[in-house]
């Protein structure tokens, strides 16, 4: 069983940057696929980020197109950690975001391949 707390959420203007977080519990954390998924009001959950284990020895990221180049997904595998800097924010960007976690090697941006989910943290972006 592997245990997911996000951090970080909070309320920014547009063009400002947070750090949001997610501790994991378990020993394996450093070949669990890991990714960043948000869920605005009245939408479905939809996929951020993944830094996903690939080939033994590399790690595969990935963002959604509505994120990159302003989104950065990193991991800390000494502290059991994830990170995720999101540069440049958008009001569209406000959702209640959720860090995930999964032990196989399935497409870790599908949220129904993610086995361990958080129970997420507010960002809110204000023009």
């Known amino acids: 069983q592997v245990q997911l707390v996000e951090s970080g959420g909070g309320s920014v203007q547009a063009g400002g940057s947070l750090r949001l977080s997610c501790a994991a519990s378990?020993?394996?954390?450093?070949?669990?696929?890991m990714g960043w998924f948000r869920q605005a009001p009245g939408k479905e959950r939809e996929f951020v980020a993944t830094?996903?284990?690939?080939?033994?020895?590399?790690?595969?990221?990935d963002y959604a197109d509505s994120v990159q180049g302003r989104f950065t997904i990193t991991r800390d595998n000494a502290k059991n950690t994830v990170y995720l800097q999101m540069n440049s924010l958008k009001p569209e960007d406000t959702a209640v975001y959720y860090c995930?976690?999964?032990?196989?090697?399935?497409?870790?941006?599908?949220?129904?391949?993610?086995?361990?989910w958080g129970k997420g943290t507010l960002v809110t972006v204000s023009s």
């Open positions: 830094m996903r284990w690939d080939d033994g020895s590399v790690y595969y990221v």
């Open positions: 378990g020993r394996t954390f450093s070949t669990y696929n």
């Open positions: 995930a976690a999964d032990p196989s090697d399935g497409d870790s941006r599908s949220r129904g391949n993610m086995r361990y």
